[in-house]
């Protein structure tokens, strides 16, 4: 049973910061990748951000390069969404996903498993 349970949505006026948090158990991850998705209102679930769980590197979306980052706490098996300099269109449901793929090592963007999303509101 993976469980995956996301904190840290909410509200913030545009510019603002938020950081998203996802505590992750009960998976085994094939690609050892965890990561964040994004649902906007009328859009497909779209890959965000991912990192490799053995240093292998992170990928982002080019849409949020230079302003989000992830970052993986190993000792409590929790991974994060820095968020900054957040625009209206980043408005979303987030979802932490295990067993991802990016485009870092070829392919696109995937997720095998997922949390139940926080949402993401920013007002202009």
């Known amino acids: 049973q993976v469980d995956l349970v996301e904190s840290g949505g909410g509200s913030v006026q545009a510019g603002g910061s938020l950081r998203l948090s996802c505590v992750a158990s009960g998976y085994r991850s094939s690609t050892n990748c965890l990561g964040w998705f994004r649902q906007r209102p009328g859009k497909e679930r779209e890959g965000v951000a991912g990192?490799?769980?053995?240093?292998?590197?992170?990928a982002y979306a080019d849409s949020v390069k230079g302003r989000f980052f992830i970052s993986l706490d190993n000792a409590k098996n929790t991974v994060f969404l820095q968020m900054n300099s957040l625009k209206p269109e980043d408005t979303a449901m987030y979802y932490c996903?295990?067993?991802?793929?990016?485009?870092?090592?070829?392919?696109?963007?995937?997720?095998?498993?997922w949390g139940l999303g926080t949402q993401v509101t920013v007002s202009s």
């Open positions: 990192i490799y769980t053995g240093g292998g590197g992170t």
């Open positions: 996903a295990a067993d991802c793929a990016t485009p870092l090592y070829g392919g696109t963007w995937y997720g095998g498993y």
